[in-house]
């Protein structure tokens, strides 16, 4: 894909921006709380940053940073008290609006006729805010909304969760170095999807937040912060601030083509490269924010009267999750990892009409053995059997 | 009711059909027709592969025993040919071929059939070209059987 | 046509109606038949080729087609084999027993398409059950259609499904019927052979045939290149796929076949749509 430009959010003249100091940002907090929202954002645990309820700023990372590459991720501590100056941890949004485990319904037999009734789980909606989410992330959840909202069916928890969710976006002040969200289209500047975004500007005269409404109820919320009205230079310092991430970036995934590129190469001997490293432990698709696999657990309970069905997240990795009677269509390394990454970056755009991808890069991060995405598409790509646009999956078969 | 000439026969069955009129007319020079009882054996697994059939009604089933049992193989019906090792050397037969209901069929003469080949290349090449698409076609159903199609 | 969407009697579409059990009966050595009705007897319209999923209480719960009449949505007709936990537990069902049931899901057979034209029909093993209410549909609205050959294959002559009515269907003069197995003892009158051999007799006019097949992939996989030697045109084929469903509504993901999904893209695809994957390996 041609690197685009990503689209500068042009203030209407209602949306005024406004800054924010560092108190500002903690009666912002107070006020989602004060408003019934739990305040999810992040926190440093157990040596990552994780997403997890937040009360006050000093709760937030405030003076953390990370090291990020195939494989790694550390934590190392800032020379200033930047709010936001990380990136991404391994935690995606998608596990409050999508949670890993939950009771779909429990059901009760009767002792006479063994016929049994049905109670469905009620459908838990919290109202929720998130604080700190990454233009990717934005990405991310537009994904999962065409994913659980778009088609004929509607998966009602997931649909209930984010009507209650308000949105404070962060632009990214920096980049990882598994970065790619440009390559992707997806950031690293907020563009939409956002009730409220926060570009943290920090120098040796001020720490302060350009506020910036994308909804009626961010709006609403701005207004009661009583912040000062931004300049133009701020905004313009916001803008360069974004820009310069942007410079940052070193990932890059060429995405011309893709679909073809992946489906006309589905015997590419690269398969069976990264087969070879991929121990196929689910990490990439726990991680990713978009993935979106469950399944379902039936259980009872001992005296066998009353039985329960769980919805679990799943991985396209394991054996099961292919598995029809006589085995699993899927049994090496070599076809899961190609389901996953031909459904992630090709048959997601059959499906849905987007990417799956939306180049956060936690897949890289989080893989034990550092395998990385943006590689083997390059790989695949430079020696490809058959360019991209000239291609059927059939004529890659044709030497069998 | 007509009754049919070999090389009229001949000039209907696919097998056949494109053939040169004179080619067929050769054929049937060869061949004669023969009838079975239900139960009858048409070939003999070791014996000498001294003629071929094309079956003309009722069908013959290719039979083998393994461990004391008899197994069909492969069924062969009207239109079809029975028999292709008189073709090759030591021209014998590898399965027993039994009539499943009575059955009629045209006989052709092996040897006098070869002969015309080693003759005539080009008798011999329309020949071996149809006969090699039948022991392909049944090759190919052999291993399709062997992966056991409705696991 | 659009076939028919599911019974909403939940808000979730994951939570089953009960069914009762009305019937079970042996088909083959391992394969049985159930007929279902559901909960107060309510009428459940279906399109031939579309699945339901069956729970069993606290076992799990499978995708099963529907093998009965569509012109008949008084009950539910399902035949399975035993092959995992929640089918070798569903051998033990007797009448009066509960199960839960969500469907119908899923694509059609393009019967309507077809009429007018031949009809060839082509089931291997247990493929025969999806496409039953096919030739149940066919046989009802016979002058619809011009020729109809219906080709069946199974291993032996103990493994063939349904043998009665194939009986019965081959008796009619107006339907030509052919069956053949892989191997059979000397007491076995019929074809010995695989499937793929019936195509090349097969009374049909292959510029003017609509072809559905099922059963295992290899199975569709040597029959399609067959048809396509006989001069069948992709966009004249059907078949239907199987693969790993827990959800059946195209939201857990298991069921993906490069860009479909089996449970709401299929089972029932034309075969041009599908052609691409077909043979790629564990895909």
């Known amino acids: ?400 | 009711m007509k009754i049919h000439t070999i090389p009229e026969i001949l000039g209907e069955v696919p097998f056949f059909r494109d053939l040169k009129p004179e080619y067929r007319e050769f054929l049937a020079g060869c061949a004669r027709n023969v009838h079975f009882k239900a139960g009858e054996f048409l070939l003999l697994a070791g014996k000498k592969a001294t003629h071929f059939y094309l079956i003309r009604e009722g069908h013959v089933a290719l039979e083998m025993e393994a461990g004391n049992k008899v197994f069909s193989i492969q069924t062969i019906g009207e239109g079809q040919i029975l028999g292709w090792s008189w073709l090759v050397p030591p021209y014998t037969w590898h399965y027993d071929a039994r009539a499943v209901e009575p059955v009629s069929a045209i006989s052709f003469d092996a040897k006098c059939v070869r002969e015309k080949c080693e003759k005539d290349p080009v008798f011999g090449y329309e020949l071996l070209k149809r006969f090699s698409r039948l022991i392909a076609e049944r090759l190919m159903a052999t291993r399709i059987q062997m992966a056991d199609l409705y696991q | 046509m659009q076939p028919p969407t599911p019974l909403q009697t939940a808000a979730h579409p994951m939570t089953p109606v009960s069914g009762r059990v009305l019937r079970r009966r042996w088909e083959t050595d391992d394969t049985f038949t159930l007929d279902i009705e559901v909960a107060g007897g309510r009428p459940f319209p279906f399109a031939p080729g579309q699945f339901n999923m069956l729970y069993l209480f606290g076992v799990g719960e499978v995708p099963i087609s529907i093998s009965g009449d569509p012109d008949d949505p008084s009950k539910l007709t399902h035949t399975t084999r035993e092959v995992g936990v929640v089918t070798r537990a569903m051998r033990r069902l007797r009448p009066g027993d509960t199960l839960g049931v969500r469907g119908p899901f899923g694509s059609a057979w393009p019967v309507s398409e077809a009429e007018g034209r031949d009809v060839v029909v082509i089931a291997g093993g247990i493929g025969l059950a999806p496409l039953r209410p096919v030739v149940y549909h066919l046989m009802r609205h016979r002058l619809r259609y011009n020729r109809i050959v219906i080709l069946y294959g199974a291993r032996s002559p103990e493994d063939i499904l349904y043998a009665k009515e194939l009986g019965q269907w081959s008796a009619r003069l107006d339907v030509e019927v052919l069956v053949t197995v892989d191997r059979a003892a000397r007491r076995w009158r019929g074809n010995v052979g695989v499937i793929t051999r019936l195509i090349p007799r097969a009374p049909f006019d292959p510029e003017n045939v609509v072809a559905m097949v099922c059963g295992p992939e290899i199975m569709m996989s040597f029959t399609v290149l067959e048809l396509h030697r006989r001069g069948v045109a992709s966009e004249r084929i059907h078949v239907s796929m199987e693969r790993n469903m827990k959800c059946a509504i195209g939201l857990c993901g298991h069921c993906q076949y490069g860009p479909h999904f089996i449970c709401k893209d299929g089972p029932v695809f034309r075969f041009d749509a599908v052609e691409d994957l077909f043979r790629v390996r564990e895909f």
């Open chain 1, 1 to 400: 894909m041609a690197r685009r430009t990503p689209k500068t959010h042009t203030p209407g003249p209602d949306d005024a921006p406004m800054l924010l100091d560092v108190e500002g940002l903690g009666r912002l907090i107070a006020l989602l709380a004060e408003e019934g929202y739990v305040v999810l954002g992040p926190r440093v645990r157990d040596g990552a940053v994780v997403y997890d309820e937040v009360r006050r700023v000093a709760d937030l990372p405030v003076g953390w940073t990370e090291e990020q590459a195939p494989g790694r991720y550390r934590l190392v501590r800032r020379d200033d008290e930047a709010v936001f100056g990380f990136t991404l941890g391994p935690h995606a949004w998608k596990r409050s609006l999508f949670p890993p485990r939950r009771r779909l319904w429990r059901a009760e037999r009767s002792e006479g006729d063994g016929a049994f009734t049905i109670a469905e789980e009620p459908v838990e909606a919290p109202k929720q805010a998130f604080l700190g989410v990454r233009a990717c992330e934005l990405a991310a959840i537009a994904v999962q909304d065409r994913v659980f909202m778009g088609g004929a069916y509607v998966d009602p928890v997931y649909a209930a969760r984010r009507a209650n969710t308000f949105i404070v976006a962060v632009n990214c002040t920096q980049a990882a170095a598994t970065c790619f969200c440009a390559s992707m289209d997806t950031g690293p500047q907020a563009r939409s999807g956002f009730d409220l975004a926060l570009t943290e500007l920090l120098d040796d005269d001020r720490h302060v937040f350009l506020l910036e409404a994308g909804t009626e109820t961010g709006r609403s919320f701005a207004a009661r912060l009583s912040a000062a009205p931004a300049v133009p230079e701020d905004v313009a310092a916001a803008r360069a601030v974004v820009a310069r991430t942007a410079e940052a970036l070193t990932r890059t995934l060429d995405t011309d083509g893709i679909r073809d590129l992946l489906f006309g190469n589905l015997d590419h001997p690269r398969w069976d490269e990264v087969a070879s490293r991929c121990l196929a432990c689910t990490n990439c698709t726990l991680v990713c924010p978009t993935c979106f696999c469950s399944t379902v657990e039936d259980t009872t309970d001992l005296t066998g009267a009353v039985a329960e069905r769980w919805q679990t997240w799943d991985s396209c990795f394991t054996m099961d999750f292919s598995y029809i009677h006589g085995g699993s269509v899927r049994k090496t390394h070599r076809a899961r990892y190609r389901q996953w990454l031909t459904h992630k970056l090709a048959s997601w755009i059959d499906q849905f009409g987007t990417s799956g991808c939306v180049g956060c890069g936690r897949c890289i991060t989080w893989c034990p053995v550092g395998i990385d995405l943006t590689e083997e598409v390059r790989a695949i790509r430079e020696s490809a059997d058959i360019p991209p646009h000239t291609t059927s999956a059939n004529q890659a078969q044709a030497g069998r």
